[in-house]
C-alpha cells in the first residue's frame, strides 16, 4: 500500500513540471562560392534618340498670325513658308519709307542745284564764300537725310518679309506653338524643325559618372534587332559642362559610329545606352539578391561552413543589372549569402547549402527551413 501511494506521488509531482521548449530549427541558407574574373564595368541608362540639328523657330517681328500652313509631323523643304502674320501694319510702314525717301530725294536734289548754282555766282563776286559753304552744307544734309531714308526702306522691307516664316533647312515639323489668330511675341518659338538625317543618343548621366564618361566605351542596341546582335558603336560628342538645378544629371549626346546602310533610328524613340569599362581589378559576378545595399556602403553576407555564423563584408560595386551586379573586395573562395540576403541579421546562426550560381533563379525563395 505504501508503495503504491509513492508511485502515484511521484506520477503527480511529474505531471506538474513545465515541458522543456522545442529546439529552433537552424535556418538554412544558399552560398555560393567567389569566383573572380576580369569582367567589364558596365553601366545602364535610358536615353532617347535626337537629330542632331534641330532648330525652334519664331517670328523676328510680332503681330497676330493669319495662317498656319504646315501641320506636325510634315516634311518640309529649305525656304518653305510656314506661317504668316497679318501683314497690313508692316504694308503701311513700308507705303510710309517709300514716301519718305521720295521726299528726301526731292530734297537732296534740289539743295544740291543750289550748292552749285552758288558755287557758280562765288566766281563772280555775286555772293559772299560764307553763303556758299552754308548752301553746301544744307546740300550734303540733304544727301545723309535721303541715305537714311534708303536705310528705313530696306528695314520695312526687311520686316515685312520677316511677317513670313520659313524653314531654314530640309526637315520634318516635329513641334507647332500656333494657331491662327493667335497674338505672337518678337523672337517666341512657335515651330520646331528638325533635320533627320543624323541621329543621335541623348541620355542624362549623374554625377558620380559624368566626369569620368569619356573613359566608358557606349554602345546601344539596334532599333529592331534580335537578342544576341551586335549593337551600335556610339561616341561621346557632347557633354553639358552644368548639371540639371532638379535631377543633377548632365545632358550627354552620343553619335553613331559606323550606322549600317539601311538601318533607320526612329526620331524620338527610347533606346538604352551600354557603357563598359575593362575592370581594373579582379571581381566577381553575383546575383543581385546577394547585394545588402547599393548606396552608401554595399555589402554582403559571409557564411562559415564549419560553425554557420554570418558576417556582414562591405565591397565595391563595379556595375549592376537588372539581375546581377559586379562587385570588387571578396577572397576567392568565399561562401556569400546568394538568396535572401536582406532577411538575415548577425545573430543568426544558419545551415550552409552550397549552390552554383548558374543555378540561381528569381523564384527561389530567400530562407529555406
Not at 534641330?54 to 493669319?66: I, M, N, Q, Y
Not at 525717301?101 to 566766281?123: C, G, I, M, P, W
Not at 550734303?140 to 522691307?157: E, H, I, S, T, V
Not at 541620355?203 to 566626369?211: F, H, T, V
Request: glycine content about 8%; hydrophobic content about 45%; charged content about 20%.
Amino acid at each position: 500500500m505504501k508503495t503504491m501511494l509513492c508511485l502515484l506521488t511521484l506520477l503527480a509531482l511529474a505531471g506538474c513540471s513545465r515541458p522543456q521548449p522545442p529546439v529552433p530549427p537552424v535556418p538554412a541558407v544558399f552560398v555560393s562560392p567567389v569566383h573572380h574574373t576580369d569582367g567589364q564595368r558596365t553601366r545602364s541608362f535610358s536615353g532617347t534618340w535626337r537629330p542632331r540639328i534641330e532648330s525652334e523657330l519664331a517670328f523676328r517681328v510680332g503681330g497676330k498670325v493669319s495662317a498656319r500652313l504646315v501641320e506636325l509631323g510634315q516634311a518640309v523643304r529649305a525656304g518653305q513658308p510656314l506661317a504668316r502674320l497679318d501683314a497690313a501694319d508692316v504694308q503701311l510702314g513700308l507705303d510710309a519709307a517709300t514716301e519718305q525717301l521720295r521726299a528726301a530725294e526731292v530734297d537732296a536734289v534740289q539743295a544740291a542745284s543750289d550748292a552749285a548754282r552758288f558755287k557758280r555766282l562765288v566766281a563772280d563776286g555775286s555772293v559772299g564764300a560764307a553763303d556758299a559753304e552754308r548752301q553746301q552744307a544744307r546740300a550734303d544734309a540733304a544727301a545723309a537725310r535721303r541715305a537714311q531714308a534708303a536705310r528705313q526702306l530696306d528695314l520695312a522691307r526687311n520686316r515685312a518679309a520677316y511677317a513670313v516664316l520659313t524653314s531654314p533647312f530640309d526637315g520634318v515639323v516635329t513641334a507647332l506653338r500656333m494657331e491662327a489668330g493667335q497674338l505672337v511675341a518678337e523672337g517666341q518659338p512657335l515651330v520646331t524643325v528638325a533635320r533627320p538625317g543624323e541621329m543621335e543618343l541623348v541620355a542624362d548621366i549623374p554625377e558620380s559618372l559624368a566626369l569620368q564618361l569619356r573613359q566608358w566605351q557606349a554602345s546601344t542596341a539596334a532599333p529592331g534587332a534580335a537578342e544576341g546582335q551586335p549593337g551600335l558603336a556610339l561616341r561621346l560628342r557632347e557633354l553639358s559642362p552644368t548639371a540639371a538645378i532638379t535631377t543633377r544629371t548632365f545632358r550627354a549626346r552620343f553619335g553613331v559610329v559606323g550606322l549600317p546602310q539601311g538601318t533607320v533610328l526612329p526620331m524620338g524613340a527610347t533606346a538604352e545606352l551600354r557603357l563598359s569599362q575593362a575592370a581594373g581589378a579582379p571581381s566577381a559576378e553575383l546575383p543581385v539578391s546577394a547585394l545588402l545595399s547599393t548606396r552608401q556602403q554595399p555589402a554582403v553576407w559571409l557564411a562559415d561552413e564549419t560553425t554557420g555564423r554570418l558576417t556582414r563584408q562591405p565591397v565595391q560595386l563595379l556595375s549592376q543589372t537588372t539581375g546581377s551586379v559586379r562587385v570588387a573586395g571578396l577572397k576567392e573562395g568565399s561562401l556569400v549569402v546568394t538568396v535572401g540576403a536582406q532577411k538575415l541579421d548577425g545573430q543568426l546562426s544558419v545551415r550552409v547549402l552550397r549552390r552554383p550560381l548558374e543555378a540561381l533563379a528569381p523564384s527561389d525563395v530567400a530562407v529555406q527551413p
